[in-house]
């Protein structure tokens, strides 16, 4: 499993997924899925890192976390050996990812080509286990803040902060747009009186108005405000 990101410098890199020695219980699992262990780690990004290095920053509405998929058209785990030139054998085996889809409300920074909303949800793409199936190990959390304050809902207003990347894919690899940082500090949750926050991220609360105005001012004024 390998994981390929644009830029590099924002991933610490994905820990080996190992096949697990022994089965739940001492019984065979009846998904290979469950045998998987996931460990992700995101590097952590200051908000001037993510004003200048995300090709997008957005403010809109979560209207879908998808489950956990792997890394092939079908979404279903995978895993394959291969065999080298002097017989030695290399187990592949699935990379997890999770999906979450925003309805934009203003682009404050929208330079992801192909990959923005183009007025459809903007799809953000997130290596490792869904909070859905597996809340402990989503990866959202970048301190020991709870995963309440760091993973965002259905219905949540959040401020994105998102860049191209390439997930490698069973037969190649694929165009994604992901967390410029780790998770829990790209994605930022509205608080009941109005401002953005980040637990995660250790930024001070801040109205999407005043947040754009950083944003722009650290990118030289360059986005879209519209």
Do not use: C
């Not at 859905?132 to 970048?142: E, F, I, S, T």
């Not at 301190?143 to 860049?163: H, I, K, N, W």
């Not at 990347?165 to 694929?174: A, F, V």
């Amino acid at each position: 499993m390998r994981l390929h990101t644009q830029p590099l410098t924002w991933i610490l890199g994905l820990a080996a997924i190992a096949l697990s020695a022994f089965a739940w219980l001492g019984a065979p699992a009846a998904d290979p899925a469950e045998r998987v262990d996931v460990d992700v780690a995101y590097q952590s990004a200051s908000f001037e890192q993510l004003a200048r290095e995300s090709n997008v920053v957005a403010s809109g509405q979560v209207v879908r976390i998808s489950p956990t998929r792997w890394n092939q058209d079908d979404g279903t785990y995978w895993e394959r050996t291969l065999t080298d030139a002097a017989g030695l054998e290399t187990i592949e085996v699935a990379l997890p990812y999770y999906q979450i889809e925003i309805a934009p409300e203003r682009f404050v920074v929208d330079a992801g080509g192909g990959l923005s909303a183009d007025g459809g949800p903007l799809t953000l793409t997130v290596v490792g286990m869904s909070p859905l199936d597996d809340p402990a190990g989503a990866g959202l959390a970048v301190s020991e803040q709870s995963l309440e304050q760091t993973a965002p809902r259905v219905g949540d207003r959040v401020l994105v902060f998102a860049t191209p990347m390439e997930i490698d894919w069973l037969g190649g690899s694929r165009k994604v747009l992901g967390p410029t940082g780790a998770p829990g500090q790209s994605v930022l949750g509205l608080a009941p009186d109005g401002r953005f926050v980040s637990p995660g991220a250790g930024l001070a609360p801040a109205t999407l108005d005043d947040l754009a105005a950083r944003i722009l001012s650290l990118r030289g004024a360059g986005g879209t405000t519209d």
